[in-house]
Each structure stands twice: as structure tokens, then as C-alpha cells.
């Protein structure tokens, strides 16, 4: 015997006649309420309240020993994520779209020789080039209204 409550939702368009929840339609519209997780972690942290320092050495303690998950763990925390830098290198001046090979050697030379990593190489690629289309960008709007001068002038 099929589920009537089923039924009844799919024909409200909240499901599929199979019991999915129908495309675009969520089976939870309000979301999760605020808060309700606030309650674990602050129990959380009155569990381990003032037992920080001992935690710590405990888990530096595992990754000493060999415990692959304190271990790393511990590096995470004091090592931390990836972030980006300021990257410091010499790069020729670019005025025009000519002065972009230029550039680039020296962006692939910084990546070369370990200045920058190959991820930084490759965004200072794209602001370069970003660099050189503005320029042509406004090389271009100069020449055009020189053009339109001329032909106002002559006209």
C-alpha cells in the first residue's frame, strides 16, 4: 500500500512520487535554527577549561612518539595554513604591450630560481597580462580620440 503522506507531498510538489525531495524545493526552508549548535561547543569549552597547556604537551608528546595524527595535528597548528605574501623581486618596468615578454622572464626567472613559487608565478602571469591589457586598453582610446580629433578638424 503506497504512503499517503508520500502522496500528499508530491502532490504539494515538496517530493517526487519516490520520496526525493522535488528539484528546487527544500525539505527544510527555514534552515537550521540559530544557535543550536552554540550549546555543544560551549560545553566544550567548559570541559576543557584551563587544560589547554596539558592537552598541548599530550599531543606534542604523541607526535614525538610517532602518533601520525598528533602529529599532524601539531604541525597544522604551529606550522599553520598557507598564506599568501608580499613576493619581492626585481621586474623590468611595462609601458607598453612590447615590455610584457620582458616581464614574464623575469617572472618565469623568479620561479626559477625560487623566489616565488610556481602558483605565485602564475598569478603575477595574469596581473602582468592584466597589466598590459589596460594599457592597450588606454594606448587605444588615446589613439582613437587623436583619430577623431583629425577627422573633426577636418571635416
Not at 598590459?132 to 587605444?140: I, Q
Amino acid at each position: 500500500m503506497p504512503d499517503l503522506d508520500l502522496i500528499k507531498q508530491a502532490e504539494q510538489g515538496v517530493r517526487d512520487r519516490r520520496g526525493r525531495f522535488a528539484k528546487g524545493r527544500s525539505g527544510n526552508p527555514a534552515g537550521r535554527p540559530r544557535g543550536c549548535r552554540d550549546h555543544i561547543n560551549r560545553a566544550a569549552r567548559l570541559l576543557l577549561a584551563g587544560e589547554g597547556e596539558v592537552l598541548t604537551r599530550k599531543a606534542v608528546e604523541l607526535a614525538l612518539a610517532g602518533d601520525p595524527a598528533a602529529l599532524r595535528l601539531c604541525i597544522e597548528r604551529i606550522v599553520g595554513p598557507y598564506r599568501e605574501r608580499a613576493v619581492e623581486f626585481t621586474m623590468p618596468p611595462i609601458r607598453n604591450a612590447a615590455d610584457l615578454a620582458g616581464a614574464m622572464a623575469a617572472v618565469a626567472d623568479a620561479a626559477a630560481q625560487g623566489a616565488v613559487t610556481p602558483r605565485e608565478a602564475m598569478q603575477l602571469g595574469n596581473v602582468v597580462e592584466a597589466y598590459v591589457r589596460a594599457v592597450e586598453a588606454t594606448e587605444f582610446e588615446r589613439r582613437l580620440r587623436a583619430l577623431e580629433a583629425a577627422d573633426a578638424a577636418s571635416a
